[in-house]
């Protein structure tokens, strides 16, 4: 038995705001926004949550995958900035989706959410306990950005993408070029320690017993030299022990699908590994950082434009707070 992603879909908020747009707002302009980053525009949500997003995501995940809301076993959302506490997405999606014998919840891992998500589903299908699941990265930053802050408003987007997985036999997972699709390896880590370099708050502790507590600031915070060090580094280690568990070299994968933060970061951890930089597909051009989001939106676009065959071996990696980071080989 193995595990393989059956579909894809995604799901962008219609408004686009560009490089020019942000030097309305604030004080920085098109060239350093795309020198630093490689980020042109980002799309943002006037409307659209993180809920109804995903939904949209998981909606053309389906059809992309030719399987129906009724036979979905498992949803997992992937999200840090779902627009209610309670109920969770995952719930939400199920509801909108009409999915009612599906087990849904959320986790957070920030941008390497979705990531987490594929690898929990993953061990659940292992277990025989499921025998497909939803997997979403949805976001909406936007609401979490302060927007006079030029440090942080110009690097993020909104977005969802999703993933249809099923559990198929081994027969059935033959491509034509021998391999078998599924996943191969997974690496996760997380250092908390390091935490507070990439924050966001929620409510601090207030009820009529509590003195009365600093509040958390509730927008995103980053210390951006500590984060794209700690990106530069980790991302590749867990790439090259995801290649060793596999049992493979960097030459034997077609793409590696990461996490889309900074152009920088991709082309420091192609060299690091020494990989043509001309297999780390890119998108974040047009929307920027979508934190979960970002990998399986990339996934369905190279997914329905045509640019995964079946047997290609792919290297999804992703990093963000917690700190937390992964990487998984999988077969497509
Ligand atoms: N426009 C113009 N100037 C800006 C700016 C902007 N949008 N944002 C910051 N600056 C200024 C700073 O104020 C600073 O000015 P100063 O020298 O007068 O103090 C100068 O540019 C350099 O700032 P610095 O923070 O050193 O820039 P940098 O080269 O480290 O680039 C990042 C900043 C955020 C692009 C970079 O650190 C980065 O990409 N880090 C990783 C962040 C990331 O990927 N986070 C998401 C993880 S999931």
Not at 27 to 51: H, L
Request: hydrophobic residues 40%; glycine residues 8%.
């Amino acid at each position: 038995m193995t595990v393989k992603i059956s579909g894809t879909g995604s799901a962008l908020p219609e408004k686009t705001v560009t490089n020019f747009d942000m030097a309305k707002l604030v004080d920085t302009s098109d060239e350093w926004i795309r020198e630093r980053t490689g980020i042109a525009e980002r799309r943002i949500s006037t409307k659209d949550t993180v809920s109804t997003l995903a939904a949209k995501a998981c909606q053309a995940a389906l059809e992309n995958a030719g399987a129906s809301a009724e036979e979905v076993e498992l949803i997992i959302v992937a999200t840090c900035s779902p627009e209610l506490l309670l109920p969770c997405c995952a719930c939400q999606v199920q509801s909108v989706i009409g999915a009612p014998h599906a087990v849904a919840f959320d986790i957070n891992a920030a941008c390497s959410g979705f990531l987490f998500a594929l690898n929990t589903a993953y061990a659940y299908m292992n277990t025989g306990l499921y025998k497909n699941a939803l997997i979403v990265g949805s976001e909406v930053l936007s609401k979490l950005v302060d927007w006079s802050d030029r440090s942080t408003c110009v690097l993020f987007g909104d977005g969802a993408g999703a993933a249809y997985i099923q559990t198929v036999k081994d027969e059935e997972a033959l491509c034509e070029n021998g391999r078998h699709s599924g996943i191969e390896s997974i690496v996760q880590g997380s250092d908390g320690s390091k935490g507070m370099v990439l924050s966001c708050g929620e409510r601090g502790v207030s009820n009529p017993f509590a003195n009365d507590s600093e509040q958390p600031s509730k927008y995103i915070h980053m210390d951006g030299q500590e984060v794209y060090k700690f990106a530069t580094r980790q991302v590749p280690a867990c790439i090259s022990e995801a290649l060793n568990k596999a049992g493979i070299g960097v030459d034997d994968v077609d793409k590696f699908v990461l996490h889309q933060a900074n152009v920088r970061i991709i082309e420091s951890v192609a060299k690091r590994l020494k990989a043509d930089i001309s297999k780390f597909p890119m998108n974040l051009d047009r929307v920027g950082n979508m934190s979960s989001a970002t990998i399986p939106v990339l996934l369905d676009e190279l997914n329905r434009s045509g640019q995964l065959k079946r047997g290609d071996r792919l290297v999804l990696s992703g990093f963000g707070a917690g700190l937390t980071y992964g990487a998984s080989v999988i077969v497509w």
